[in-house]
């Protein structure tokens, strides 16, 4: 079956410097990834999409990066905040038309 | 502009009793709608999935049940529930299109005692 693994659970950086987090899949070859945050409480936010055609994907401070090779998206954060502190999911479909699904999700705390 | 409403935002619920939890969106069509749950640890797992008017998908045999009665309208329920029915119940929209991203609402803290 489909598995997506987000290798840290907890990443804790010093203000300033740039974040990556890891996904990884197995066992499929999805056509996008995306990215979105949660933070405490509330629902997870949509941050960005990458197509499987897209080597790399920015928008404001964020990029993010697709290796369908490796299976494998890094997602980066540069000139990290305090307000960036939150939880990222990356998710994808297991196959066209169906829903999609996540991975547990990398919580990221930004120290000033 | 689209806006997803999802209510109570807290309940706590004895094991055994029944639960209704709705959504709605305002602002669009026809859109998808799903339920997802985040359990302590466990991430967020979808549950059902809807395309249309009394069209549910359901991703995980349990003690729940979806309804879409109307367009913009998706209701989650259980007969009795179980303490492991306790988590975070989060409801989403998205347009039809297959790579459009979900937009949730705040989600329901449900805990069963």
């Known amino acids: 079956s489909q598995k997506i693994e987000q290798n840290s659970e907890a990443l804790n950086i010093q203000e300033g410097k740039t974040a990556t987090l890891t996904c990884n899949y197995t066992?499929?070859?999805?056509?996008?990834l995306q990215w979105y945050r949660q933070d405490p409480g509330r629902g997870p936010v949509f941050l960005l999409l990458?197509?499987?055609?897209?080597k790399e994907k920015r928008k404001e401070r964020l990029k993010v990066t697709f290796d369908t090779t490796l299976k494998q998206s890094l997602f980066h954060i540069t000139a990290s905040q305090p307000a960036d502190s939150a939880t990222y999911l990356c998710?994808?479909?297991?196959?066209?038309?169906?829903?999609?699904?996540f991975g547990k999700g990398t919580t990221l705390s930004v120290s000033s | 502009s689209q806006t997803i409403h999802q209510w109570p935002a807290t309940l706590v619920q004895p094991v055994g009793s029944p639960l209704s939890l709705e959504c709605t969106v305002e602002g669009t069509s026809n859109p998808n709608l799903y339920w997802y749950r985040q359990a302590a640890g466990r991430g967020l797992q979808l549950l059902f999935y809807?395309?249309?008017?009394?069209?549910i998908s359901s991703e995980v045999p349990q003690n729940l049940s979806a309804s879409r009665p109307q367009d913009r309208q998706f209701i989650l329920s259980s007969k009795k529930l179980l303490l492991s029915d306790s988590g975070f119940y989060l409801c989403?929209?998205?347009?039809?299109?297959?790579?459009?991203?979900?937009?949730f609402g705040n989600g329901t803290r449900l805990t069963v005692t």
């Open positions: 998710a994808l479909c297991q196959q066209a038309g169906t829903a999609l699904i």
């Open positions: 066992n499929y070859s999805p056509a996008y």
């Open positions: 990458i197509r499987e055609n897209e």
């Open positions: 989403a929209w998205s347009i039809i299109t297959e790579n459009s991203p979900l937009h």
């Open positions: 809807s395309v249309g008017i009394g069209q």
